[in-house]
């Protein structure tokens, strides 16, 4: 493991442009890439951020001014964010799947002086709604040209002689307590609230990061398509721009995912639950689907894997012959899940909801490790992390070095370090309620503590207390439902009433083989209603069911016309369910499955 002198590199930066410049003089080879596009060098990233830098000092940036970043997960948007750290500018993040009522707010609370944008369908966005925006008074298009836009060129173009005065002399007078950033919450619990992020916080969690995972001195290729309004895709590229390695994006089409990673060859892929278990769902369907032999050396193949993987991880021995069984198993039925990932053994790491055991096992035993880890944005992402020398399947690892994690008499976690954010932007009553006085951070999450890792068991806003007074997290028990075949997502109800039920949605890629299958129209509408659909969804509910405690158990369910998406606003950019705008659309399906009494 890297030591606390090695992990003080990226610590010791005053500011993240510095970190940037110092990383580009220092580094060769491939800074990013991306599908279809050359790649981009240190030294052209050094020479393009400096630029930008000197193009927004020429557009009026001073210090301090906020500049927003409305773009997908494309090089530009990484380009754009140390471009306005070494200008000295404060960056605010908007997902690109925003409305532009949704960008009209952040750009209006965050008071943006200039936005970045990715390309004219962006800037429509911001055209609509402009006249509410007072305080912009540029606007710059990463990629293509639009209306009223200054180019990415010509923003570069007005800093090719004096960028590299701006970017050091601004880099320098930063000092680590400065607010680098305003990242807004993806809001599932209300409108978005902008938490403010020094340099200090960003630069200490980058270095933790770097030690935890060993990165140093190591090459690394990390992906990137989580979007980078989110921060734990930006603090990627913090560590990965500081270790001197490359980024590799996608392509942008979800349909090319798997071929994208594929080309990238990436050593760690940072992802969402959601993914890996629509992949382990996949696969298994797949094998299930072939019957026979085929079915049968899967499923055992599978078995031996996982008991081999788990005694590994664990330091335990194994059967000689149990081990020759997993090696023929994975030559047989699990290699191409870990070959589908590239030649470089790459490393899954997943937060921002909850995931099944079952799902990190599975990955396991195809040899494919993944570590969970567990944060804010309030915490610059991941807080704690599982590792590959230390790691417990189930919990979400240990706190980062040089971090504190607590509970409070009611179960919450607490956290505290100086990875923890600055408080909520124009919010001091926010601010105020999530920190107390001795500076711990109160997550409204619910856990427990257990040889140093932390296991997550509950969100205390979550939480539904049945009409007898009993206390349900709702969280495993939707994410084992996800885990099925069939269902897509699911969301549990009952907060005083006698039982549970539950929303659920049918796997789009999934449901013209249920249809196929029950000889039904494989019309999301009439499956939502048919009997025979429902039949086979009650399967897998009742199956899941007996994996808890009776109070925890679906009595009753509804499937919905249509699966949750950002879209309809039903799911964050990083495909969490917004519980309330659920519960609100749905509240008369859901009053209706508390008529007449549950069947059993």
């Not at 930008?52 to 927003?68: F, H, K, N, R, Y």
């Not at 040209?145 to 005065?165: F, H, K, S, W, Y």
């Not at 990673?261 to 959601?274: D, F, L």
């Not at 899940?337 to 799902?359: F, Q, S």
Request: glycine share 10%; hydrophobic share 40%; charged share 25%.
């Amino acid at each position: 493991m890297a030591d606390t002198a090695q992990r003080s590199s990226a610590a010791e930066e005053r500011s993240l442009g510095g970190l940037a410049l110092a990383a580009a003089d220092r580094h060769s080879g491939d800074a990013m890439r991306a599908p279809g596009r050359p790649a981009i060098t240190y030294a052209e990233f050094g020479r393009a951020i400096r630029e930008i830098a000197g193009g927004l000092a020429a557009l009026g940036v001073e210090p301090g001014d906020p500049v927003a970043i409305l773009c997908g997960t494309i090089p530009e948007w990484t380009l754009a964010d140390f471009g306005a750290f070494c200008a000295g500018a404060v960056v605010v993040p908007v997902y690109h799947t925003n409305s532009p009522e949704e960008c009209e707010y952040v750009l209006q609370h965050s008071g943006a002086k200039v936005v970045l944008l990715e390309d004219a369908e962006q800037a429509a966005k911001v055209a609509a709604v402009r006249p509410n925006l007072p305080e912009l008074e540029h606007v710059v298009v990463l990629t293509g040209e639009a209306p009223d836009a200054i180019t990415l060129a010509d923003l570069r173009g007005r800093g090719v002689e004096n960028g590299e005065q701006v970017a050091r002399e601004r880099t320098e007078a930063i000092t680590p307590d400065d607010t680098a950033t305003i990242v807004y919450t993806s809001g599932t619990t209300g409108p978005p609230k902008g938490c403010v992020l020094s340099h200090g916080n960003l630069l200490y969690t980058a270095g933790a990061y770097i030690e935890r995972l060993e990165l140093r001195d190591k090459p690394s290729i990390m992906f990137q398509y989580l979007p980078l309004a989110h921060v734990l895709a930006r603090m990627v590229s913090f560590v990965t721009i500081e270790v001197g390695g490359t980024l590799a994006f996608w392509g942008g089409d979800t349909k090319n995912l798997a071929a994208d990673i594929a080309e990238a060859q990436p050593t760690h892929i940072p992802t969402v639950p959601r993914l890996l278990e629509k992949i382990m769902t996949r696969v298994i369907s797949t094998a299930e689907g072939a019957g026979g032999a085929k079915a049968a050396i899967f499923k055992r193949a599978l078995s031996t894997g996982e008991k081999v993987a788990k005694a590994q991880r664990e330091g335990g021995s194994v059967n000689p012959l149990i081990k020759i069984q997993a090696a023929l198993g994975h030559k047989l039925a699990l290699s191409k899940v870990k070959n589908a990932l590239g030649p470089n053994d790459p490393v899954l790491i997943t937060g921002a909801a909850p995931i099944g055991a079952e799902v990190i096992e599975f990955f396991y035993a195809c040899g494919v490790p993944v570590l969970e880890g567990y944060g804010m944005t309030e915490t610059c992402a991941a807080a704690t992390l599982n590792t590959l020398s230390e790691i417990q399947v189930g919990s979400v690892g240990r706190p980062l070095p040089g971090t504190e994690v607590s509970l409070g008499d009611d179960g919450e976690i607490l956290m505290r370090g100086p990875h923890v954010f600055k408080g909520y932007h124009r919010n001091q009553e926010a601010t105020d309620a999530i920190i107390d006085d001795d500076g711990w951070l109160h997550s409204g999450d619910l856990g427990e503590i257990i040889d140093g890792y932390v296991r997550i068991t509950g969100r205390k806003k979550d939480l539904i207390i049945t009409s007898s007074g009993k206390n349900v997290s709702p969280e495993m028990l939707e994410s084992a439902l996800r885990e099925t075949r069939w269902i897509s997502q699911a969301i549990a109800a009952g907060d005083r009433r006698s039982y549970l039920v539950a929303l659920v949605t049918i796997d789009p890629d999934e449901a013209p083989k249920l249809a196929a299958e029950l000889g039904v129209p494989a019309d999301p509408e009439s499956m939502a209603t048919d009997e025979k659909v429902r039949e086979r969804i009650w399967e897998d509910i009742d199956t899941v069911n007996q994996r808890f405690a009776r109070i925890e158990q679906i009595k009753r369910f509804a499937i919905l016309p249509h699966d949750l998406s950002q879209e309809t606003g039903e799911l964050t950019p990083t495909l969490k369910v917004k519980r309330s705008v659920v519960y609100e659309k749905y509240a008369g399906d859901v009053d209706a499955l508390y008529e007449g009494t549950p069947s059993e």
